[in-house]
């Protein structure tokens, strides 16, 4: 793509988007190394407290769904140079059939190297660390050094980041500094490099194909008076990004479907009767979360926010509860979104002609830096002031013992806390989603007595197999299949 800027470069003195440096402002006089490394110093301090987060929660059989052993599955088959199959999903599911998301094969060679799940739990907190420094880097160039360093703590401590590190791993691990990269370069009116970050979102997940096209159609916005190339340009990707989404979700993803059709279509229709009106409450209690506690709400004065809107979109669309809330890893898109928005609309108003607008602009970095680092006392990162995060349990040391008795390339049928010691050496199945698979072993967690006799369980699983408990520790059976 040509270069917009091979011209002079346009006059932006007079862009509301570009305030004029305050000569008392040294962030914008005279940058300095201090304040070029601060982004990196804050990512690296990020890293090191997402990291033992996610890994001690491994470590304490923490793991509150399959997602982990699915997406270890998928890239143990990359790195051996194999289909993306996740058995979990179903014996020789390829994984391209439920979501596109062909990214993931970028941690194939680190997984190639250090087999284990642990390796996606760090490159995850290191994705997530890393979106920091474009946050952080935008809001000191328009905002000074001091202020952009609390916006990056902002970020950085965000309910949503904190929420996608506590839950296990997850492919928008990827998509998070590519939004960040991408909304930094918009701001800095490097319309290029905000498009060609963009761009790799289509391989990350398929709804994100909306994002891109978001992103893009604020580019031309901005772009359309002083670069009409790069309106155009814009204006192509935009294109790209709706048409890559109808591809994926009506050609790609249904040719690698068994059932021929995108298993997530039910997710809208399987309404409560009420259609976006359904968890009206919980949804709008979730947009309270994105706008006041780490925007102050001017975010909403910035077009930046739209971005936002197609992920938002889908979620309350949907009938599954799951999307509405701010669990899980679903709000981590967001983030960077709803952060540089804030940048955006700081930066847009800080020059406004109402005082109590630049009273409020001019204390809010330090005031939602300060919910930030008071709401993260109840939030994931809070565990690194607990001892017992960094100490390995006796009865996951027990359960692991218990579970190396299982032999490499095994076949095991499990549920969700064995699975994650397993699905590097064995070949896992989800539990009663075999499809008449036998497999050597069964692995189930029973601590909560779900299963009132296992022997008894299994054959209502395999009724033509004799299973046989091999061992238990802390509610965790091990049972035997029986030949002969």
Same mark, same amino acid.
């Given at each position: 793509?040509?270069?917009?800027?091979?011209?002079?470069?346009?006059?932006?003195?007079?862009?509301?988007?570009?305030?004029?440096?305050?000569?008392?402002?040294?962030?914008?006089?005279?940058?300095?190394?201090?304040?070029?490394?601060?982004?990196?110093?804050?990512?690296?301090?990020?890293?090191?407290?997402?990291?033992?987060?996610?890994?001690?929660?491994?470590?304490?059989?923490?793991?509150?769904?399959?997602?982990?052993? @699915?997406?270890?599955?998928?890239?143990?088959?990359?790195?051996?140079?194999?289909?993306?199959?996740?058995?979990?999903?179903?014996?020789?599911?390829?994984?391209?059939?439920?979501?596109?998301?062909?990214?993931?094969?970028?941690?194939?060679?680190?997984?190639?190297?250090?087999?284990?799940?642990?390796?996606?739990?760090?490159?995850?907190?290191?994705?997530?660390?890393?979106?920091?420094?474009?946050?952080?880097?935008?809001?000191?160039?328009?905002?000074?050094?001091?202020?952009?360093?609390? @916006?990056?703590?902002?970020?950085?401590?965000?309910?949503?980041?904190?929420?996608?590190?506590?839950?296990?791993?997850?492919?928008?691990?990827?998509? #998070?500094?590519?939004?960040?990269?991408?909304?930094?370069?918009?701001?800095?009116?490097?319309?290029?490099?905000?498009?060609?970050?963009? #761009?790799?979102? #289509?391989?990350?997940?398929?709804?994100?194909?909306?994002?891109?096209?978001?992103?893009?159609?604020?580019?031309?916005?901005?772009?359309?008076?002083?670069?009409?190339?790069?309106?155009?340009?814009?204006?192509?990707?935009?294109?790209?990004?709706?048409?890559?989404?109808?591809?994926?979700?009506?050609?790609?993803?249904?040719?690698?479907?068994?059932?021929?059709?995108?298993?997530?279509?039910?997710?809208?229709?399987?309404?409560?009767?009420?259609?976006?009106?359904?968890?009206?409450?919980?949804?709008?209690?979730?947009?309270?979360?994105?706008?006041?506690?780490?925007?102050?709400?001017?975010?909403?004065?910035?077009?930046?926010?739209?971005?936002?809107?197609?992920?938002?979109?889908?979620?309350?669309?949907?009938?599954?509860?799951?999307?509405?809330?701010?669990?899980?890893?679903?709000?981590?898109?967001?983030?960077?979104?709803?952060?540089?928005?804030?940048?955006?609309?700081?930066?847009?108003?800080?020059?406004?002609?109402?005082?109590?607008?630049?009273?409020?602009?001019?204390?809010?970095?330090?005031?939602?830096?300060?919910?930030?680092?008071?709401?993260?006392?109840?939030?994931?990162?809070?565990?690194?002031?607990?001892?017992?995060?960094?100490?390995?349990?006796?009865?996951?040391?027990?359960?692991?013992?218990?579970?190396?008795?299982?032999?490499?390339?095994?076949?095991?049928?499990?549920?969700?806390?064995?699975?994650?010691?397993?699905?590097?050496?064995?070949?896992?199945?989800?539990?009663?989603?075999?499809?008449? #698979?036998?497999?050597?072993?069964?692995?189930?967690?029973?601590?909560?007595?779900?299963?009132?006799?296992?022997?008894?369980?299994?054959?209502?699983?395999?009724?033509?197999?004799?299973?046989?408990?091999?061992?238990?520790?802390?509610?965790?059976?091990?049972?035997?299949?029986?030949?002969?």
């Amino acid at each position: 793509m040509p270069t917009p800027a091979t011209s002079a470069p346009a006059d932006t003195s007079s862009d509301p988007h570009i305030p004029a440096p305050a000569a008392s402002d040294p962030g914008h006089a005279h940058p300095d190394p201090g304040g070029r490394r601060d982004p990196w110093l804050l990512a690296v301090v990020l890293f090191v407290g997402y990291a033992i987060v996610s890994v001690g929660r491994f470590r304490h059989l923490g793991q509150r769904s399959w997602d982990l052993g @699915i997406f270890e599955q998928v890239i143990r088959s990359y790195a051996h140079l194999q289909a993306p199959v996740a058995d979990l999903k179903g014996p020789g599911f390829n994984i391209l059939g439920d979501h596109f998301s062909p990214v993931t094969v970028l941690l194939a060679p680190l997984y190639r190297v250090f087999p284990s799940p642990v390796t996606l739990l760090v490159a995850q907190a290191a994705l997530f660390a890393l979106s920091a420094v474009p946050v952080t880097r935008a809001a000191a160039r328009l905002l000074g050094r001091q202020r952009g360093l609390a @916006i990056g703590i902002v970020f950085g401590l965000s309910w949503g980041l904190q929420q996608a590190v506590d839950f296990d791993f997850h492919e928008i691990c990827f998509a #998070v500094p590519l939004i960040a990269f991408s909304l930094e370069a918009l701001l800095a009116r490097r319309w290029r490099a905000a498009l060609l970050w963009a #761009v790799p979102l #289509v391989l990350v997940k398929e709804d994100l194909g909306f994002t891109l096209t978001a992103i893009a159609l604020i580019v031309a916005w901005r772009a359309r008076k002083d670069s009409p190339i790069a309106y155009r340009y814009a204006i192509g990707v935009a294109v790209l990004g709706a048409v890559a989404l109808a591809v994926t979700l009506l050609v790609v993803i249904p040719s690698f479907n068994s059932g021929g059709t995108y298993d997530y279509w039910n997710k809208v229709n399987e309404s409560g009767g009420g259609g976006p009106l359904d968890g009206l409450d919980t949804k709008l209690r979730t947009l309270a979360w994105l706008l006041i506690p780490t925007t102050g709400l001017l975010a909403l004065r910035s077009p930046i926010l739209l971005v936002a809107l197609p992920t938002i979109g889908w979620r309350f669309v949907s009938s599954y509860p799951q999307y509405w809330g701010t669990d899980w890893h679903y709000n981590a898109v967001l983030m960077p979104v709803v952060t540089l928005a804030l940048v955006d609309a700081l930066a847009i108003s800080r020059h406004s002609t109402r005082a109590w607008l630049r009273s409020y602009v001019h204390h809010l970095p330090a005031a939602v830096a300060a919910a930030a680092l008071a709401l993260t006392t109840s939030l994931p990162l809070a565990a690194l002031a607990e001892g017992e995060i960094y100490r390995r349990p006796a009865r996951v040391s027990a359960i692991e013992r218990l579970l190396a008795e299982v032999p490499d390339d095994a076949s095991v049928e499990a549920n969700i806390a064995p699975i994650s010691r397993l699905t590097a050496r064995c070949r896992v199945f989800w539990v009663s989603n075999t499809h008449g #698979v036998e497999p050597d072993f069964i692995a189930l967690d029973n601590s909560r007595k779900r299963y009132r006799d296992v022997e008894a369980y299994a054959r209502t699983l395999h009724p033509d197999a004799r299973y046989t408990v091999k061992g238990t520790a802390y509610g965790v059976v091990l049972l035997e299949r029986r030949t002969g």
